[in-house]
C-alpha cells in the first residue's frame, strides 16, 4: 500500500499548487492515510456477481442539432434577471485595482 509521507505530500502540495501549513502535516498525513486505508479496503470487496451499470451510446439522452438560431429575447430575459445592468451589459463589482 501506498504511504503518504513528508516527500509524496510535498509533491502533492506542489501539483495541486496548495501549502500545507507546517503544524499541520503530521495530521494531515495521517488523514491521508486513513482515506487510503479505507479505499484498500474497498478493494477487496468481492464484486464478482455484482452486475455494473453504465451507459451504452445507445442508451444515451437523445441530444438536440447544434444549430445556431437568433432569437432578440434571450438578451432580455438574460438581462432581467441581473442585479444591475446599464444599457444592455451587466454591472460588476471591479475585482481589480
Not at 7 to 25: T, Y
Not at 84 to 97: A, H, Q, W
Amino acid at each position: 500500500m501506498v504511504q503518504i509521507n513528508d516527500e509524496l505530500l510535498a509533491r502533492l502540495e506542489k501539483l495541486s499548487m496548495i501549502e500545507v501549513d507546517p503544524s499541520k502535516r503530521a495530521e494531515i498525513e495521517a488523514d491521508l492515510n486513513k482515506f487510503l486505508e479505507f479505499v484498500e479496503v474497498l478493494d477487496e470487496l468481492d464484486l464478482s456477481g455484482v452486475e455494473l451499470s453504465y451507459i451504452h451510446e445507445e442508451q444515451s439522452a437523445p441530444l438536440r442539432k447544434d444549430e445556431p438560431a437568433l432569437d432578440p429575447t434571450i438578451s432580455s430575459e438574460i438581462l432581467k434577471k441581473a442585479p444591475k445592468t446599464i444599457d444592455n451589459y451587466f454591472v460588476v463589482p471591479k475585482i481589480i485595482e
